[in-house]
């Protein structure tokens, strides 16, 4: 039943080798999974394996750096941890190339702390009530996000929002679980959407139907 | 001062690790109490980070206790969407007990 999926944490779509960027034979994207018209060609360009690899050393060497204070005597774990760190993204595979809005970066990293508190605030009154206000379910939620980090990031949000935890996703369509089935999903979903379009600087996706 | 707003954020924080650890035991199935996991002890870690960060003196201890929570936030998400997945798919579904 699992053997369709490889071992990947939030996508279980099949993912291909390489970007449509680095392939321009490949076919077109296959219909309903929108492509962020922004994406700069320069950016796409940019993703060779050697430029991925001198980044990955760059950011792993600041965390090691940072790590142990820039000790020169903790280099002779840190130089072979560094590389075989930034050898690892080259195994797998490329993923699509994408950016970061400032702005919504910081729209989103206070939302984001606000909703945590909300969602920790709730379980916890949940947890504590002597009757525990339970009426757990499953709802499915047709993914609209591109494939890639915009998803990853929509998936794993939804775990920290209030009464919400993503448990699954089967091609385009996620499994929410829910603390509550009498609250409202898809206004809450469809606003994390518009959130996460905005962090990632995509164009607005297809209208919502409902 | 600033060691009574630490203490504040570092007890508030333990309080919802307790939360999280009542939810764990308390709730009916692996799906709930993964929300409690996840949830209670995500701003439990959180408020316990921010805490120690303002008693931390050098910037590279607040950097390791912000990397520290950036690894638990990703990792806890992850874990938690792996651990339903696996539960779903191996046909706990709404198994009470």
Request: contains cysteine.
């Amino acid at each position: 039943m699992c053997a369709t999926s490889p071992l990947r944490p939030v996508s279980s779509a099949p993912v291909p080798g390489l970007t449509l960027a680095d392939r321009p034979d490949m076919p077109a994207d296959p219909p309903g999974r929108s492509v962020p018209a922004l994406r700069s060609r320069g950016a796409a360009q940019r993703r060779t394996p050697l430029r991925r690899f001198a980044l990955s050393v760059l950011v792993l060497s600041l965390i090691w750096g940072a790590l142990t204070d820039w000790r020169a005597d903790a280099l002779v774990f840190g130089v072979p941890a560094v590389l075989l760190g930034a050898a690892i993204p080259l195994l797998l595979p490329d993923s699509a190339p994408w950016r970061l809005s400032v702005r919504g970066a910081v729209l989103f990293a206070l939302w984001f702390a606000v909703q945590s508190v909300r969602g920790a605030v709730d379980v916890a009154l949940r947890a504590f009530a002597p009757r525990m206000p339970l009426c757990p379910g499953f709802r499915d939620h047709s993914l609209r996000l591109p494939q890639g980090a915009p998803r990853i990031m929509f998936v794993n949000t939804i775990t920290l929002l209030p009464g919400t935890l993503s448990a699954e996703i089967r091609d385009d369509v996620l499994r929410v679980h829910m603390l509550d089935t009498r609250m409202a999903l898809e206004p809450a979903l469809a606003d994390l959407e518009i959130r996460i379009r905005q962090l990632f600087a995509l164009p607005d996706g297809p209208e919502v139907s409902s | 001062m600033l060691d009574l707003i630490a203490a504040f954020f570092i007890a508030s924080g333990t309080v919802f690790f307790v939360a999280g650890t009542v939810g764990l035991l308390r709730f009916p199935d692996i799906f709930c109490r993964l929300h409690a996991l996840t949830k209670a002890d995500g701003l439990g870690l959180a408020l316990i980070a921010l805490g120690v960060g303002l008693l931390a003196g050098t910037p590279g201890e607040i950097f390791r206790i912000a990397l520290v929570w950036s690894a638990l936030a990703v990792a806890s998400a992850t874990c938690s969407h792996l651990v339903a997945r696996y539960a779903l798919r191996s046909g706990m579904e709404g198994r009470d007990d």
